[in-house]
Each structure stands twice: as structure tokens, then as C-alpha cells.
């Protein structure tokens, strides 16, 4: 069996990121019972996806995520750790007597690590444990507690530490193993790659479009200075004042943080909102866009993945973006699929020639480099890669899924 845990995020927050990677579990083991245990109104949001759904081998159970440091996963705190421990207990217990399990954080906070490593060895049954990690993979080169204890159970002491069951680590791009195979060469041997997959359930929307004017070029994610929203600002006030509102239009796909300037300034199409926006409202806007524009900086996307990049394939949204290791992962494997851009001056150069130029040609050869690095993200696809880790990171413990069609597997493991 394959306990999945989210004790992290409610509501909205990842579910479609979970979706697909649960897809993709539930896939890869079709024999093997699924079940996701998290908050009632994380389990809400999937149950959205028809896809997920009508996955017989998948099981939703709720169950009490704690509402300390939400948010704030390098936190370590005993009474978080508690009710992690507890919800791995519980749902470890629910299973009959004697069946192995894989337990899997689909996220973690600086302690689930230990929780779920500890409630899986009291459980006294063949276990192994799978954590995987999105942005706060970055806790572990960060700010670290000075009291010891604390230390001892942060996110690079999980990372670093022996674990009483067998313990592997799953990053959601190459680029990102490299990069905390640099920082922390220990974790190397023991971190397993899955790239992050499509969002399944917006294939049907997604059809691409033909470029038009007025170009529109939108900013995908929450606007904070970490993620580049004073750097799309400025540029579309400059491209603006140059070509105007008839030739080139700037889209938020997103929400502003609470302590933002929300003031209007003309400048976007929507006005800037602290409310997230429904999934509705979000996929509205990304189908109206023509570019994605993601001013990356060096630091925080060298261990995390983006969604906003995960977006731009599924919508078949050429980019206008920064140099930095994940992008230029992106497209080394990927081909033409928008623009790389050195720095910021770069990028608005970038623009310029999109809004002036007009290459309607070199759009829809971007599109369709798109449309086939989509097909490599499909949840049916990573299923084969996700299904030869798990057997190959924990020989023997699950029961041997079917042959899946030599297409499903990536050549790189076939």
C-alpha cells in the first residue's frame, strides 16, 4: 500500500501539483491501494480533478493538519512534529496486518521527516519512506535554529540524517538535484528526480493560440520582489509609454501578498488583488495570454521548481525569462521555446522585439516545441520513470506493477 501525506497546505494551495503527482503514483503501482490523507479542504479540491478521480486504486482520508507556522515549513516545533507523527500513526495503523507500505510526504515541513520516519518504524511492518520537496528545499542552505535540539531536527539534519527505515528524497527537476547535490553531497546518492508533470485536468483548454495584438504578457505566481514583479512592472511602464494599450497589454495571473501596494497604476489589465484567485479566474487569464514572463534571479529556483514554468507548457505559452540553471535546463531539453534572457535589460529587450517585430513564423515554431516538451510532462509518461525509482530505490517492497507500453517509459530509463 502507498500512504501519501499532505501535512502541510489546505484549500487550494498545491492541489494541482498534487493531483498530478499523485496520478502519477497510482499509475505507476495500479495494484497497490492509494491512499491521500490531508486536510478536508485540500481532499475538496482534489476531488475537482476527474482524472484523479476516476483512478480506482486512489482513496481520499481526511485528517487534522496542524494550523502552527502554516506556511512556515523551517519552523521547528514540537507541537507541529506531534500531529505529524500522529497523522503517519494513524493512518499506518489503518492498514491490515502485515502489508508493506511506502509512505510519501508529497510535502514536508522541517520535521514531517522525522515524524513519518518514527511512526513508520513503530509500526512493525515492512516500511520505507519517500519526502518529497518543492520550495523548502531551500530551508536546508538557509537560516538554521541555534538551540541544539531545534537543530537537530531542522531540514538539513533530515536531509543528513539516518533514518530508522529506508529514506529517499524526491526533487521535482535535474537541475535541482545538482544543485543540493553541490550544497549537501550526502543527500545526492539518496534523492530521486520526477519532473514536475502537467496539470492533466487543463489539457482540453489549453489549445495554444496565434499571435495577435494587442501581445499579451503576463506574470504567473504571487507578485513579490523575491519572484520579480518590481522588474514586470517597470518594464511594462516603459513599454507602455512606448507602444500603448492597442499594441501590448500586461496580465497578472495571480495574487499580490497582503503587505503590497495594491494600487491601480494602469498598468495591468485586472487590478492587483491580495484574494487568490479561483482556478477558474487563473486559467481564464493564462488562456488569454500570448508570453509568460518570469524574471527569475539566481537563489531560490536553484532548489525549487516552478509552477509558473509548469504553466507556460501546458498553456503552450512561449517564455520570456531569466538565465538560471532551471531554466536553462528547460530549454537545453526543450528547444526554442521562448527566450533566455541574461538580465533584466535583457529582458524588456526581449519584449521589444515581440511587440515590434510581430513573428507570427517563430511563435508557432515556439508553440509547437511547446506542445511536444508538454507530451514529455504527462502523468502517464512520468509514471514509468516514477515507477523503476521506487522499485530500484526499494527492491522488494511493493508488489511488481504490470509492464507498462515501452512509449510510457523515458528512454533514458527504458
Not at 512556515?72 to 507541529?80: D, G, P, Q
Not at 511602464?237 to 512606448?242: D, F
Not at 495571473?253 to 497582503?258: K, T
Not at 481564464?284 to 509552477?307: K, M
Request: glycine share 8%; hydrophobic share 50%.
Amino acid at each position: 500500500m502507498i500512504l501519501v501525506f499532505e501535512m502541510t497546505w489546505t484549500g487550494l494551495t498545491h492541489a494541482p501539483g498534487n493531483s498530478a503527482t499523485v496520478q502519477i503514483i497510482a499509475r505507476a503501482f495500479p495494484d497497490e491501494a492509494v491512499r491521500v490523507h490531508a486536510d478536508a479542504t485540500h481532499l475538496a479540491e482534489l476531488r475537482r480533478d476527474a482524472a484523479l478521480m476516476a483512478l480506482p486504486n486512489v482513496a481520499l482520508v481526511p485528517i487534522e493538519v496542524s494550523p502552527l507556522w502554516r506556511g512556515r515549513t523551517h519552523i521547528v516545533s514540537f507541537r507541529r512534529l506531534a500531529q505529524e507523527f500522529r497523522s503517519v500513526r494513524a493512518g499506518l495503523a489503518a492498514v491490515p496486518g502485515g502489508e508493506p507500505c511506502l509512505v510519501f510526504l508529497i510535502s514536508t515541513t522541517a520535521t514531517g521527516t522525522f515524524a513519518a520516519a518514527w511512526a513508520a518504524r513503530l509500526a512493525g511492518r515492512g516500511t520505507a519512506l519517500q519526502v518529497g520537496f518543492h520550495g523548502n528545499l531551500n530551508d536546508a542552505t538557509g537560516w538554521r535554529p541555534r538551540n541544539p535540539l531545534r537543530r537537530a531536527l531542522d531540514t538539513r539534519s533530515a536531509i543528513e540524517a539516518r533514518h530508522p527505515v529506508p529514506t529517499r528524497f524526491l526533487v521535482l527537476e535535474e537541475a535541482i538535484r545538482t544543485a543540493l547535490a553541490a550544497r549537501i553531497p550526502a543527500a545526492a546518492e539518496r534523492t530521486d528526480v520526477v519532473p514536475l508533470p502537467i496539470n492533466t485536468a487543463e489539457l482540453a483548454a489549453a489549445t495554444g493560440s496565434a499571435l495577435g495584438t494587442p501581445v499579451r504578457i503576463g506574470f504567473v505566481g504571487l507578485g513579490t520582489a523575491a519572484k520579480g514583479i518590481d522588474t514586470f512592472l517597470a518594464v511594462a511602464g516603459r513599454l507602455r509609454a512606448r507602444w500603448g494599450a492597442e499594441r501590448v497589454e500586461f496580465i497578472h495571473v495571480g495574487r499580490m501578498p497582503a503587505e503590497a501596494d495594491l494600487t491601480d497604476h494602469g498598468l495591468l489589465a485586472h487590478p492587483p488583488s491580495a484574494d487568490q484567485l479561483t482556478r477558474a479566474e487563473f486559467e481564464a487569464r493564462l488562456a488569454s495570454l500570448h508570453y509568460v514572463f518570469l524574471p527569475f534571479r539566481t537563489g531560490y529556483y536553484d532548489l525549487s521548481a516552478s509552477g509558473a514554468l509548469i504553466d507556460a507548457l501546458t498553456w503552450l505559452k512561449p517564455l520570456v525569462t531569466s538565465r538560471v540553471p532551471l531554466t536553462e535546463q528547460f530549454f537545453a531539453e526543450y528547444g526554442d521555446i521562448g527566450t533566455l534572457c541574461e538580465d533584466a535589460a535583457g529582458l524588456e529587450a526581449a519584449l521589444e522585439t515581440i511587440v515590434s517585430a510581430m513573428d507570427t513564423a517563430r511563435y508557432a515554431t515556439q508553440v509547437a516545441a511547446l506542445r511536444a516538451a508538454r507530451e514529455k510532462r504527462r502523468v502517464e509518461v512520468l509514471a514509468g520513470r516514477y515507477r523503476v525509482l521506487i522499485e530500484n530505490g526499494f527492491p522488494g517492497l511493493l508488489r511488481p506493477a504490470p509492464a507498462l507500453p515501452l512509449a510510457a517509459v523515458p528512454a533514458a530509463l527504458g
